[in-house]
Antibody
Framework: QVQLQESGPGLVKPSGTLSLTCAVSGGSISSSNWWSWVRQPPGKGLEWIGEIYHSGSTNYNPSLKSRVTISVDKSKNQFSLKLSSVTAADTAVYYC???????????????WGQGTLVTVSS | SYELTQPLSVSVALGQTARITCGGNNIGSKNVHWYQQKPGQAPVLVIYRDSNRPSGIPERFSGSNSGNTATLTISRAQAGDEADYYCQVWDSSTEVVFGGGTKLTVL
């Protein structure tokens, strides 16, 4: 049973950088899966942020691409998110999740972390 | 960019059948996945590839997808099915797309 656990500061100042880490247990981050970040502003829907493969290949949501960096640390079996120049609009619960891509154009999230609330405020 | 449209809310009487729709341009040509999210919890996959149930998801949950509408059907609705439900697809232009979510109320 794969488990994911987010960690990082719960409060970030405006214009600062949000940094989160997702620790993977019960499976290897070097398996044939992509790993992703999804966020959810309070009372709102889900927004995909981006994804990474263990090789380091990444894909990002075009609306966030200029501010997002996702990286992987295979030695620690974890991956990380950095979001720069944050504003109050970036306040959200941030989830990490595993992606399954069993076939072309078939892409879904099968395991999720519990989520962590990050508030952007001075 | 590709967009998915869901009703904000759906209500169903206890024991009856709930249907939650997800609209998108020619969505029938895509693979649709559905997630259930209860308050304060992470989303849980309930249907993948239009109509497949992951292990542990009751048979009461089913899905279909044709034309411009995908549908999540919950038979014999229970109080424990009250949650937000999100549809999701992969699109070549926008990568991952989520619907806006539907709040299911069991009366």
């Amino acid at each position: 049973q794969v488990q994911l656990q987010e960690s990082g500061p719960g409060l970030v100042k405006p214009s600062g950088t949000l940094s989160l880490t997702c620790a993977v247990s019960g499976g290897s981050i070097s398996s044939s899966n992509w790993w992703s970040w999804v966020r959810q502003p309070p009372g709102k829907g889900l927004e995909w942020i981006g994804e990474i493969y263990h090789s380091g290949s990444t894909n990002y949501n075009p609306s966030l691409k200029s501010r997002v960096t996702i990286s992987v640390d295979k030695s620690k079996n974890q991956f990380s998110l950095k979001l720069s120049s944050v504003t109050a609009a970036d306040t959200a619960v941030y989830y990490c999740a595993r992606i399954l891509v069993p076939a072309a154009r078939v892409y879904y999230f099968d395991y999720w972390g519990q989520g962590t609330l990050v508030t952007v405020s001075s | 960019s590709y967009e998915l449209t869901q009703p904000l809310s759906v209500s169903v009487a206890l024991g009856q059948t709930a249907r939650i729709t997800c609209g998108g341009n020619n969505i029938g040509s895509k693979n649709v996945h559905w997630y259930q999210q209860k308050p304060g919890q992470a989303p849980v996959l309930v249907i993948y590839r239009d109509s497949n149930r992951p292990s542990g998801i009751p048979e009461r949950f089913s899905g279909s997808n044709s034309g411009n509408t995908a549908t999540l059907t919950i038979s014999r609705a229970q109080a424990g099915d009250e949650a937000d439900y999100y549809c999701q697809v992969w699109d070549s232009s926008t990568e991952v797309v989520f619907g806006g979510g539907t709040k299911l109320t069991v009366l």
